[in-house]
């Protein structure tokens, strides 16, 4: 059975600051991963998917990395803005046959302070 | 291109009512998923359709919960009898590969339902 795991659960930066985010999940045989974006709210953005054949994925100040063998996903956050602040959540396919549904973790809550 | 739409943003029904949800998917998207996340919790899935088949139901939560999508297009998930325990927001997505690295899914804004 696939769990996702997030920490830290909560994370407050001064602006300009380099953070980073961790995700770690139990069934490595996923063939892919994807990092989300949720402000309150709303609905989840799509920020990065990571191919499971790829060891990072960059998109603009957000780079993103993948570790199947050790079960665990980050997403680095470059020169945080106060505009970052949101909810970030990592989510792995299901476990056996199921890829396609989405396992979520709990989300780390983002605040950049100005 | 339009995103997943979603309608209503917000339902607030009594205990014992009859709601129903309705989610559009990005055009072409073959595939199209229920997830819903209740106070408190991590987001859960609830099924997912190809075209208009169900192909895994396993987090639909009990018979209560009915879905549906006629003629592969847009889907609606209706509850009926709601219970206390069904409020929460309830996500829609859709994504153009199921199954293999490239499955991207892109979500909709939500119905958060609220049952008093």
């Known amino acids: 059975k696939q769990e996702v795991t997030q920490i830290p659960a909560a994370l407050s930066v001064p602006e300009g600051e380099n953070l980073v985010l961790n995700c770690s999940f139990t069934?490595?045989?996923?063939?892919?991963l994807q990092w989300f974006r949720q402000d309150p709210g709303k609905g989840l953005t799509s920020l990065l998917l990571?191919?499971?054949?790829?060891r990072e994925q960059t998109s603009g100040r957000l780079n993103a990395s993948l570790d199947k063998s050790s079960g665990r996903s980050t997403l680095y956050i470059a020169a945080s803005q106060p505009g970052d602040s949101a909810t970030y959540l990592c989510?792995?396919?299901?476990?056996?046959?199921?890829?396609?549904?989405?396992?979520f973790g709990t989300g780390t809550l983002l605040a950049v302070q100005p | 291109e339009a995103g997943v739409t979603q309608f209503p943003s917000h339902s607030v029904i009594e205990k014992g009512q009859t709601v129903t949800l309705r989610c559009d998917p990005i055009s072409g998207h073959d595939n199209l998923y229920w997830y819903r996340r209740v106070m408190g919790k991590e987001i859960k899935f609830l099924l997912h359709?190809?075209?208009?088949?169900?192909?895994?139901e396993s987090g639909m939560p009990n018979n209560r919960f009915l879905a549906e999508r006629t003629g592969g297009t847009y889907s609606t998930l209706k509850v009926q009898p709601a219970e206390l325990e069904d409020s929460g927001v309830y996500f829609c997505?859709?994504?153009?590969?199921?199954?293999?690295?490239?499955?991207?899914?892109?979500f909709g804004p939500g119905t958060r339902l609220t049952v008093l």
């Open positions: 990571i191919q499971s054949s790829q």
């Open positions: 989510a792995a396919p299901g476990y056996g046959g199921a890829t396609n549904k989405l396992i």
């Open positions: 997505a859709s994504s153009q590969f199921s199954g293999s690295p490239y499955n991207e899914q892109f």
């Open positions: 069934d490595s045989a996923i063939y892919n």
């Open positions: 359709f190809v075209k208009e088949s169900k192909q895994d």
